[in-house]
């Protein structure tokens, strides 16, 4: 009979048990007179609590508080409790202290002061005390980048001056300076050495700033080849620093080709031009490019252009530029061109380079002309190029580019001599209005300044990397300019659709021509596992010509990346 009674009992004080635990208690805080008691309500405190130790240790973060901001007398006066779920607490405020005055010594490094507020006094400075701690902890971030991360500050011998003001005495103490003596990668150990040394600006023997080191290794994000994979890490031992930093190989080499079909006005056919461009980065692990193109169009023209970037040549900042450039003009005319470029890196966006370029053209035909001719050129270039990059973004990795060059030099023929001199610029940006529309804008344009002219010196422009809606390179000139135009919209993360309207000028003195073009159409991106599939409709126009369907292009290309 007693066991009923029994398990209610039971039951009741576990009900009881629970609510007596789980009951909160609060916090209430004043100071000395209605005026402090302001000051602790503006610092703010927490109020409910689940048990009194965290009550209390509440009381003494807000003590603290109080401290930095300049009541460095405040004190814990009292904890009452007012009833089973409030307490009282009572603190002692005293007068707000302002300034103080930190003394050094003669070792101190004086110019480390030029970064914190403060009043500079002979052998001593002033500052705000609310400003007190950061202050100290921007003076020890700055030591410990000169090489000494585990030193320390200190204030000693605090003294109050008077009412506004106390004094302390500043005591560094510092540990043994560190540098760098030996760097591993990680995830990728055969990372160029020469890119750590010179891109990167890492070596051992450098003093360790590990700030420094991890600004240094977020240009990894302008590499192609390569990319972090972690933060850099450190191990400290008695007598050295190893730096490990986390890298991996990324897959950059690409595979570019389109198939472009269209009418000829003349025949009433369709007919068919390609191209193939091939792109090997960092296969031997030295950072060099390696560029194989080749083209032909449909209107019988063929080029082939072979080149290599070799970067960073036995660990120095000088790299070396070589190229072979071939063009055929059906039956009229072949250009071959030799290149050679010294680059220097100034950084991981700005490069520029001196070279010298030549060209030896063979006329096909039977006969010379006035405005065909065997010749040979010669040119000393100089060469500025900007590159700034988004890798994270599949689809536009690149944001910005500039290129700019020029050379001056001779032409040689049956005739004689010219003085010449060229003038090329290629630069593109793309602004990214939010993470689904950008407009992407390109300059391309160039100048041969010659007292006479060649036809088969001429540029020639035209087609789906120049002026769309045009066969390619149809257009010949002496001075071109070209702007291209997209506005993108991104469908995905893999596929976005944009418009086309292109403009040029050029001028072509053999022919006493001038002429502006225009380039309008639409075409879509779509990124697959194989790579990067484009496609373009464009129908190109004259000044003084309307459109027709019938010169409409079709470029179809796939970027393949392996």
């Known amino acids: 009979m007693l066991k009923p009674f029994r398990l209610i009992f039971i039951c009741l004080l576990l009900i009881f048990m629970n609510q007596l635990y789980g009951q909160t208690i609060n916090l209430k805080v004043v100071g000395e007179n209605e005026s402090k008691t302001a000051i602790i309500d503006s610092v703010g405190y927490k109020k409910d609590f689940n048990n009194y130790?965290?009550?209390?240790?509440?009381?003494?973060?807000?003590?603290?508080?109080?401290?930095?901001?300049?009541?460095?007398?405040?004190?814990?006066?009292?904890?009452?409790?007012?009833?089973?779920?409030?307490?009282?607490?009572?603190?002692?405020?005293?007068?707000?202290?302002?300034?103080?005055?930190?003394?050094?010594?003669?070792?101190?490094?004086?110019?480390?002061?030029?970064?914190?507020?403060?009043?500079?006094?002979?052998?001593?400075?002033?500052?705000?005390?609310?400003?007190?701690?950061?202050?100290?902890?921007?003076?020890?971030?700055?030591?410990?980048?000169?090489?000494?991360?585990?030193?320390?500050?200190?204030?000693?011998?605090?003294?109050?001056?008077?009412?506004?003001?106390?004094?302390?005495?500043?005591k560094i103490v510092t540990n043994q300076k560190r540098q760098i003596d030996k760097i591993i990668v990680k995830g990728y150990e055969k990372f160029p050495k020469s890119y750590i040394k010179r891109f990167l600006k890492l070596r051992a023997g450098k003093s360790f700033n590990l700030n420094s080191i991890k600004e240094k290794v977020q240009l990894l994000e302008d590499l192609r080849f390569a990319s972090q994979i972690k933060d850099p890490e450190v191990l400290f031992t008695q007598d050295s620093t190893t730096l490990y930093l986390y890298v991996e190989k990324t897959r950059t080499n690409n595979f570019d080709g389109f198939l472009g079909f269209g009418t000829n006005e003349n025949t009433n056919k369709i007919e068919f031009d390609g191209y193939l461009d091939l792109r090997l980065i960092n296969n031997l692990n030295f950072g060099e490019t390696l560029n194989l193109f080749y083209k032909s169009d449909e209107i019988d023209q063929q080029t082939f252009k072979v080149d290599a970037d070799l970067p960073y040549l036995f660990g120095s900042p000088v790299g070396l530029q070589i190229g072979l450039n071939i063009f055929r003009k059906d039956s009229t005319f072949l250009n071959a061109n030799q290149y050679a470029k010294v680059n220097y890196q100034i950084n991981a966006q700005h490069r520029i380079g001196a070279g010298i370029t030549s060209t030896n053209s063979t006329n096909l035909l039977e006969n010379d002309t006035a405005t065909l001719n065997d010749y040979t050129s010669s040119y000393y270039t100089l060469n500025y190029n900007y590159t700034k990059s988004q890798f994270y973004d599949p689809l536009f990795p690149i944001n910005f580019q500039f290129d700019l060059s020029t050379g001056f030099g001779d032409r040689k023929n049956d005739v004689g001599n010219q003085k010449q001199s060229v003038f090329n610029i290629d630069t593109y940006k793309i602004f990214n209005l939010n993470p689904k529309n950008s407009i992407y804008t390109r300059l391309n344009g160039a100048v041969l300044t010659s007292n006479d002219y060649l036809d088969n010196e001429l540029f020639r422009f035209g087609g789906i990397n120049s002026i769309r809606g045009f066969e390619e390179n149809s257009l010949v000139a002496n001075l071109y300019g070209v702007i291209n135009t997209e506005y993108r919209y991104r469908l995905s993360n893999s596929i976005y659709v944009h418009s086309v309207i292109d403009a040029a000028y050029f001028e072509n003195q053999l022919t006493d021509s001038k002429e502006k073009l225009f380039g309008f159409g639409f075409g879509l991106g779509l990124l697959t596992n194989s790579g990067l599939f484009r496609l373009n409709y464009s129908s190109g126009k004259t000044e003084n010509r309307q459109f027709k369907l019938s010169d409409s292009k079709v470029h179809v290309s796939l970027t393949a990346t392996f």
């Open 53 to 170: 130790t965290t009550l209390e240790t509440e009381l003494y973060s807000l003590k603290k508080k109080l401290t930095r901001l300049g009541y460095l007398d405040t004190t814990i006066e009292n904890i009452s409790k007012q009833n089973d779920t409030l307490f009282n607490a009572e603190l002692f405020l005293g007068k707000k202290i302002n300034r103080i005055r930190i003394n050094y010594d003669s070792d101190f490094n004086v110019e480390l002061l030029n970064f914190i507020e403060h009043t500079k006094g002979e052998i001593c400075f002033e500052l705000n005390i609310s400003q007190l701690e950061n202050a100290l902890n921007e003076l020890n971030s700055k030591i410990a980048e000169q090489g000494d991360p585990f030193s320390t500050l200190q204030l000693v011998n605090i003294s109050k001056l008077n009412s506004d003001l106390i004094s302390g005495d500043l």
